[in-house]
């Protein structure tokens, strides 16, 4: 079984909400059909709007993620799981990932069909290239790891690496985080960096998550993108 990633990009002519509802709903159920393994839908929707003040990243925007669970990710294979997402997109982007469960979601854990209690962040990116890859994938995997937990609230926490892009003219992105943060963190700083009431552990987490982040990541190349998360069909 092979784990796919899909960026996406909404269709201009199609309103936020509605192209948000059609990708967990007709968009999932059709993936199902097909015989995906597993199923799990991110979109900006509007309980993950006040997330927005935490978005990375270029215009246009990316507005949705969905997770598959493939048999095989080879191309003939995935075509109608391609099919199936693009004809709601302006643009997506698939990738082949090998996914690392750090943390796992036992807070709040996901209920099929609903939204799960989070902000559910997704970072894409490439790492620097004056740090040989051996180097930031042992950075990113075996340090950058616990300085996450330490300096931020997060109770879900998953990190895939890029195997390789299976899309033409997908931007380079070498690594994709999942990540989840109380509901809290929405409308709260504090929260989001598990130092509510506290000025100056806020400052000292941020310093000390920016100073692992530049180790490794190229911030020319990352876009965060606030989410709700939908499981589908779990595995």
């Known amino acids: 079984m092979e784990k796919v ?3 996406l990009w909404r269709d201009p002519r199609i309103a936020q909400e509605d192209w948000c509802s059609q990708l967990r709903g007709a968009v999932a159920d059709k ?8 199923v799990q839908v991110n979109v ?10 935490y978005r990375q990243g270029r215009q246009p925007r990316i507005e949705g993620v969905i997770l598959l ?9 995935r075509k109608p799981f391609d099919a199936a997402i693009e004809v ?7 990738y082949l ?4 469960h750090v943390l796992i979601n036992d807070r709040h854990p996901p209920q099929v069909g609903k939204r799960t209690k989070c902000l559910a962040q997704v970072a894409l990116f490439a790492c620097r290239k004056d740090v040989p890859r051996d180097n930031w994938i042992d950075i990113w995997r075996n340090s950058h790891s616990q300085v ?11 990190q895939n690496l890029v195997v390789r892009a299976l899309t033409f003219g997908a931007p380079p ?4 985080v999942e990540e989840g943060f109380p509901e809290e963190a929405l409308t709260s700083v504090h929260a989001f960096y598990d130092a509510v009431g506290d000025d100056a552990k806020l400052a000292e987490n941020q310093r000390l998550m920016m100073e692992s982040c530049t180790r490794f990541i190229d911030f020319n190349t990352i876009d965060v993108v606030p989410t709700s998360q939908y499981l589908i069909k779990p595995i």
Do not use: K
């Open 148 to 158: 996450a937990i330490d300096t931020q609230d997060t109770f879900h926490y998953t």
């Open 5 to 7: 990633i899909y960026a």
């Open 69 to 77: 669970w493939l048999d095989s990710a080879n191309d003939q294979p």
């Open 31 to 38: 993936l199902v059909s097909l015989g995906a393994r597993g």
């Open 88 to 94: 709601v997109c302006w643009r997506m982007a698939a």
């Open 173 to 176: 992105y070498e690594a994709i």
């Open 97 to 100: 990932v090998s996914e690392s």
């Open 44 to 53: 900006c929707d509007a309980p993950a709007a006040p997330g927005e003040q």
